[in-house]
């Protein structure tokens, strides 16, 4: 079974209430996505960004998906998609999270990638997971940045220097 893991879909980026809401990107990635989560049919795992509230590690954004507040939840039009949550304090979801081993049960080497934002999570998921020998397809139209330049940026990088498959 092919395994999905959905990064950053929370409300501090898609929800208009969230603390760096994308705005027109966030309500175009909302309608892609659930048209691709509606159908793939292998295991669909979230991993939510989680903030301290005095959080060292995210030193530029330390003011979103701060963990007990509403920014810190998936965001409702995706909830209904999940079948494994998990909570990652790093731009990489495998670190100090149990998806490594959700992965290992699925006795899968196919791992495909959504989310935000494409410079940081995905790219570092997405090398964390080209380590361990995964075969890794990123969705570009369900991934996204804030900042385009960095998104084009990682989606090369993914590309090129980690032979990540990259669809449309």
């Known amino acids: 079974m092919d395994v999905l893991i959905a990064l950053n879909l929370q409300n501090?980026?898609?929800s208009e209430t969230g603390s760096v809401y994308m705005g027109e990107k966030a309500e175009i990635l909302k309608v892609r996505v659930q048209d691709f989560l509606s159908r793939?049919?292998?295991?669909?795992?979230?991993?939510?960004?989680?903030?301290?509230?005095?959080?060292?590690?995210f030193i530029t954004?330390?003011?979103?998906?701060?963990a007990t507040t509403p920014d810190h939840e998936i965001?409702?039009?995706?909830?209904?998609?999940?079948?494994?949550?998990d909570d990652k304090s790093r731009y990489n979801a495998l670190y100090k999270t149990n998806i490594e081993m959700e992965l290992r049960l699925s006795k899968t080497k196919n791992i495909t990638l959504i989310g935000l934002e494409t410079h940081t999570s995905v790219l570092f998921t997405a090398e964390s997971l080209r380590n361990r020998s995964y075969d890794v397809t990123v969705v570009e139209p369900c991934v996204m940045s804030r900042d385009d330049y960095l998104h084009g940026c990682a989606i090369a990088i993914m590309r090129n220097s980690?032979?990540?498959r990259i669809t449309s």
């Open 12 to 14: 501090s980026f898609l």
């Open 40 to 57: 793939f049919q292998g295991k669909k795992i979230f991993s939510r960004e989680t903030h301290a509230e005095q959080d060292d590690f």
């Open 61 to 66: 954004d330390k003011t979103h998906s701060v």
């Open 75 to 85: 965001h409702k039009d995706l909830k209904k998609y999940v079948d494994i949550k």
């Open 162 to 164: 980690l032979g990540v």
